[in-house]
């Protein structure tokens, strides 16, 4: 096997993905080779298939290539060429946001590259029988030169296929790095959070942290869930900020299936690295990383034991004195309220508030000049 | 009252709006309802008359077949569970002042329908503490 001996290329990250579309076309009975702007072909250059198959030396058709290549980067447009060994050479223009970064060429074999008299010298030089070899060059020698327009959109499209998949893992590793060197600011937020008054509509507020998500930690998107726990407990709210391509079902299901539930059960943060959605959400792999905190409510437990006891007291009262007693001289509880968040919660109470404090005060002031029982 | 239609109209839907409506007018009927019969229920039975241990279980043994005293817990509890869901639908800036209603409703209940003696001083309490409350949840 001939080869030309590769040096370093620059396609910027590329060349990973072009071995492996390489060795996808190679099953295709392509040849590829990829160059890069400067004329250096990336990685191990390899001879073409049917230099492979008949042995010799490939030389020639490397620097044919190659000028091909030169002439791709040079126009920017897709070229075809007919090479001195009868391949034939297809070659598209690689890009890199809009810049010609290289060529990828494909060559292959014709029926008129079956050559007699180079295959009886291949015969002569390995001891191959004739027909074992006849058989390994049509393989690759099926096509015509008809076929170069198909092999030139196979390989396009191949190359973008390739180049997407190439841009979104680099997308995603970078937002899985923004995100893990932020996990803390995070963490940070959700203890704030914890201790946050929410005084905004849910959704807002929301919508807020997701605005500051962005912001401080300067990611593409975020969405943000209030799943109701326990499950149909009150209305789900979903708002997302920035490029989120999720829809609401799709975020719903990530929120209930996998966050609200461990959230749950642990009340802590989650980060998840290694996050795989669920298959019925057809996340497929879009989702790699999964950050999530929980919002804290006030313990709904303890308001009830502590409505229990009201309730008892309330009836208890209620036995010992009239109705219209007993009503406005409760109300003192939105006193008590209004008091204790004032200095407990620190929350500022208008003074429109403290106005209709000061009428349940005189009212309550009023109804217990009068007596608590007017019947026997 | 109005405060409350005023946010009310900001819902999202009109059958959201009517919805919100309807069950502002279920608390208010359920609470009255309860409150009344509960009352009436607990003139009927004496009530906790002492607060022995004894005592109170004889009460609530007493109360417990009286059909008056378990209506009333049954539309306080209603009540308090409309109060719950329309809370999760209303913002409790709109809700608490629209329940101030309640309170002149009951006392025209505790002195129609109790016969209760309502003073003179007793409705200015009450109406003024109706006002403060439509005031104070803002």
């Excluded at chain 2, 906790?48 to 009460?59: E, I, W, Y």
Aim: proline share 3%; charged share 15%; with cysteine.
């Amino acid at each position: 096997m001939s080869t030309l001996a590769g040096t370093t290329s620059s396609l910027g990250g590329l060349e990973k993905a072009l071995e492996r579309l390489r060795s996808d076309m190679r099953q295709m009975g392509l040849h590829l080779t990829v160059w890069d702007a400067a004329g250096n072909c990336a990685g191990q250059a390899q001879a073409c298939l049917l230099t492979e198959a008949l042995g010799g030396d490939c030389a020639q058709g490397q620097q044919e290539m190659k000028s091909l290549a030169g002439r791709i980067v040079d126009s920017g447009q897709e070229q075809t060429a007919t090479l001195g060994c009868g391949c034939c050479a297809v070659g598209v223009p690689i890009l890199n946001r809009r810049r010609v970064i290289g060529a990828a060429v494909a060559c292959f074999g014709v029926e008129s590259c079956i050559d007699p008299q180079r295959l009886a010298q291949a015969c002569n030089q390995s001891g191959v029988d004739r027909n074992v070899l006849l058989a390994r060059i049509e393989g690759c020698c099926r096509r015509t030169t008809q076929d170069a327009q198909d092999v030139l959109r196979l390989l396009s499209w191949l190359l973008s296929r390739e180049q997407s998949v190439q841009t979104a893992n680099a997308e995603l590793a970078t937002l899985s790095a923004n995100l893990a060197t932020t996990y803390e600011e995070l963490s940070l937020l959700y203890r704030v959070s914890g201790c946050m008054k929410v005084t905004a509509a849910a959704e807002d507020f929301l919508q807020s942290v997701c605005d500051e998500l962005l912001e401080v930690m300067n990611i593409e998107g975020a969405v943000g869930l209030i799943y109701a726990y326990p499950p149909g407990a009150g209305r789900d709210i979903l708002v997302t900020a920035g490029a989120v391509d999720l829809n609401a079902d799709q975020a719903t299901l990530l929120g209930s299936t996998v966050a609200a539930l461990r959230m749950a059960e642990t009340g802590k943060p989650i980060l998840d690295n290694k996050f795989s959605p669920p298959a019925s959400s057809g996340l497929g792999s879009a989702v790699r990383k999964l950050v999530a905190v929980p919002l804290v409510l006030p313990p709904v437990v303890g308001g009830m034991a502590l409505l229990g006891l009201f309730f008892f007291s309330y009836i208890a009262l209620l036995s010992w004195a009239d109705l219209s007693y007993v009503l406005p001289t409760t109300a003192t509880s939105y006193l008590l309220v209004a008091v204790l968040s004032h200095f407990l919660l620190g929350e500022q109470v208008s003074w429109l508030r403290w106005t209709g404090i000061g009428l349940i005060v005189s009212g309550v002031a009023l109804v217990f000049r009068t007596e608590a029982r007017t019947k026997s | 009252m109005s405060a409350f239609l005023f946010a009310v109209t900001r819902l999202h839907s009109a059958a959201h709006a009517a919805r919100t409506l309807a069950m502002l007018g279920l608390v208010i009927v359920f609470s009255v309802l309860g409150d009344l019969s509960m009352k009436h229920g607990l003139d009927r039975t004496g009530g906790f008359k002492q607060l022995g241990p004894r005592a109170v279980l004889r009460s609530v043994y007493r109360m417990a077949r009286n059909a008056w005293v378990l209506l009333g817990l049954s539309g306080m509890t209603a009540a308090f569970f409309t109060l719950l869901v329309l809370l999760s639908a209303a913002p409790a800036s709109a809700v608490i002042p629209a329940t101030a209603a309640t309170f002149v409703l009951e006392t025209c209940g505790a002195r129609l329908i109790l016969k209760e003696r309502v003073t003179p001083v007793r409705w200015i309490g009450a109406a003024l503490v109706a006002v403060g409350v439509a005031l104070v949840a803002r």
